[in-house]
């Protein structure tokens, strides 16, 4: 091979082994930014969208106007697993509940993880759609023990729901939902779904934290 071709071979493969070394360290960027932003939106113990991603996703429903309404969910006495058989065993759990979750069908459009044991659940369709996704969650949940590493435990839910107004916030939706769910735990009820026209309880909460 003459002087000339082999330079010129020589040039040629230091262009592709720098092409290939671009492309390389250009899919691991784009494989270290997708990573980032799906931290960003997912909780971490159980995969499940967190609450910024559900806020999102409900901003985008009210603006849509599209029929829909929030469940929400925390475990009654999940406390009481944490303290018994410490708090890795409580994620696990935590883990097993969001699967039961996600695992729900139409009209549940997002099951997400707000904080601690509290889940949410965002539902297309009207009252009725809404009612009976958290029906479904409920008993997706109190319906059968759940197996963790330490034996089987029996676990229930306190859940409330409420339905999307026009000119609603997501604010207000979660409000509304909170209340609903903060009945359904003081009445051991299960279940409740929030009435608009009722006069607000002065026993009331506020969950400002969940609406950042």
Known sequence: MSPIL???VTTVGGILAG?????????????????ARYDATHDDVTSLPNRRLLLTRLRAAL?????????????????????????????????????????LDAPVQLAARLSGDEFALLV?????????????ACHAIGG???????????????????????GMSPRQV?????QAMYHAK??????????PFATPH??????????H
């Open 6 to 8: 082999q330079a010129i």
């Open 19 to 35: 092409l290939a070394l671009a492309g390389a360290l250009l899919w691991r960027q784009q494989q270290a930014l997708e990573a």
């Open 63 to 103: 603006t849509d106007d599209a029929p829909c309404g929030l469940v929400l969910l925390d475990l009654d006495r999940f406390k009481t697993v944490n303290d018994t058989f410490g708090h890795d065993t409580g994620n696990v759990l935590l883990a097993q509940v969001g699967r039961l979750l996600a695992g």
């Open 174 to 178: 979660l409000a509304d939902a909170d």
């Open 186 to 195: 003081r009445d051991g009820s299960g279940v409740q779904g929030h009435d």
């Open 144 to 166: 059968a023990p759940i197996r963790l590493d330490t034996g089987e435990v029996s676990v229930r839910a306190s859940v409330g729901y409420s339905i999307a107004r026009l």
């Open 202 to 211: 002065s026993g009331g909460r506020s969950r400002d934290r969940h609406h």
């Open 124 to 136: 297309d369709g009207d009252r009725d759609d809404v009612a009976d996704a958290a029906r479904a």
